[in-house]
């Protein structure tokens, strides 16, 4: 039994600007996290009216956009920052909702203290916070090459069909690790079109140059691997998990939470893959994706899972970018590492470092074992 240790401290650090501090430990490199209040965003004229109010009943009003994305102390800066381009981007900001996915911690009070802060730096936003139980997952991660891939938090996509409400037919699954530079309503309305023509579970970028076999073991593929992907639409191609759109009433019909976690339990008994949870998604999903344009995850910025190196935006326009890979932009700033691509992602960045002789309004120690 471990015991779980939350810091929460609120300041205001000028008389007309709020900034708002938190502390989460076990903490993340940045121990403590202070951030500015977003701006406001309103609709365009364009825009349909929305249901009133916050919460899981209003998710249920047809006309919403729904993102879903994990939510931890340890990426709680990059999913702010991913929060912030979205809104700032967006043609109709008031009708987006997100669904956060946040670890229980120790004593179950994480996901409310994390959705504390994401209501204290964005007031008017709507959106609901699910609890996810890692023991769900623990027991079917394997080994991956890099433990962050190890984290039960990344299997969490596997089961938003499971956490949100059955209102919700379609979600945007976004991974922290992004910002978005375009409307995200393209987005949904491009897959939508694309899911409904070809009755598809899920619609995302899809790299067909890239080396699909090595995303497997060489056993796997002696083993007559080939076949898993015989009889697919079309051929199996490598997609990035952390921006894909979820028809998530096909996704609960169709039983593809348990399709996963049958091959995550072949890859505890034999081992066919070293990639943490995108492997299992290729299984089930490669060849059946339909593709969206590669402006929609510009991948790869964060370098490979080892070294995490820089690297260029590949050739083409650009709708959302994405730090996959090791390298993470806030890390790579705050150590005066920056690549050249951090700084696109630095604008969002509402985090705002600590500085000594703050005037401290409120401090709570919220401590329980587990």
């Known amino acids: ?13 000028s008389p007309t600007g709020a900034a708002f501090f938190f502390a989460l430990a076990p903490a993340p490199p940045a121990a ?27 998710a249920c009003d047809p006309s919403y956009v729904h993102i879903a994305m994990t939510l931890d102390s340890h ?17 109709c900001p008031d009708a987006l909702f997100f669904h956060f996915i946040a670890p229980a911690g ?27 139980r890692e023991e769900l997952v623990s027991g079917l991660i394997s080994s991956s090459v890099r433990q962050a891939l190890e984290n039960p938090l990344n299997y969490a996509r596997v089961y938003v069909a499971d956490l949100l409400d059955p209102c919700v037919h379609r979600v945007v699954y976004l991974d922290s690790d992004v910002v978005v ?37 060489s056993a796997f593929w002696a083993e007559g691997g080939a076949r898993v992907f015989a009889g697919r639409r079309r051929r ?12 998530l009433r096909r996704w609960r019909a169709g039983g593809y939470r348990r399709r996963i ?9 034999r081992r066919i893959y070293e990639l943490g949870s995108l492997p299992p998604f290729l299984l089930v999903l490669a060849g059946e994706v339909e593709g969206l344009d590669h402006r929609w995850n510009q991948h790869g910025l964060g370098g490979d899972n080892l070294t995490g190196e820089c690297r260029r935006l590949h050739p083409g ?39 000594s002789g703050a005037d401290v309004l409120a401090f709570f120690i919220l401590s329980r074992s587990s």
Not at 1 to 13: D, E, H, N, R, T
Not at 106 to 132: I, Q
Not at 194 to 215: D, G, K, Q
Request: net charge negative; with cysteine.
């Open 236 to 247: 199996p191609c490598y997609f990035n998990t952390g921006v894909m759109v979820m028809d």
């Open 106 to 132: 120790g004593d179950d009070e994480l996901p409310g203290l994390l959705g504390s802060v994401v209501r204290s730096v964005f007031p008017a936003l709507r959106f609901e916070v699910y609890t996810f």
């Open 75 to 91: 990426y709680l800066r990059g999913s702010i920052a991913a929060v912030y381009s979205i809104l700032k981007h967006a043609s």
């Open 181 to 217: 530079v375009d409307d995200v309503r393209l987005l949904w309305d491009d897959a939508a079109a694309r899911l409904a023509s070809a009755a598809a579970v899920v619609a995302a970028p899809e790299y067909c140059h890239a080396n699909f076999t090595r995303y497997f073991t």
């Open 261 to 269: 976690e049958r091959w995550m339990e072949v890859q505890r008994e």
């Open 1 to 13: 039994m471990s015991s779980s240790l939350f810091f929460f401290l609120l300041l205001f650090s």
């Open 317 to 355: 326009p650009v709708s959302l970018m994405h730090w996959s890979g090791k390298g993470k932009p806030w890390d790579r700033l705050d150590a005066g590492t920056a690549c050249p691509v951090d700084h696109f992602w630095q604008p969002y960045d509402l985090f705002i470092r600590p500085s």
């Open 32 to 58: 403590h996290l202070r951030f500015e209040e977003a701006p406001e965003f309103t609709n365009g004229d364009i825009c349909q009216s929305t249901a009133a109010g916050v919460g899981r009943a209003s």
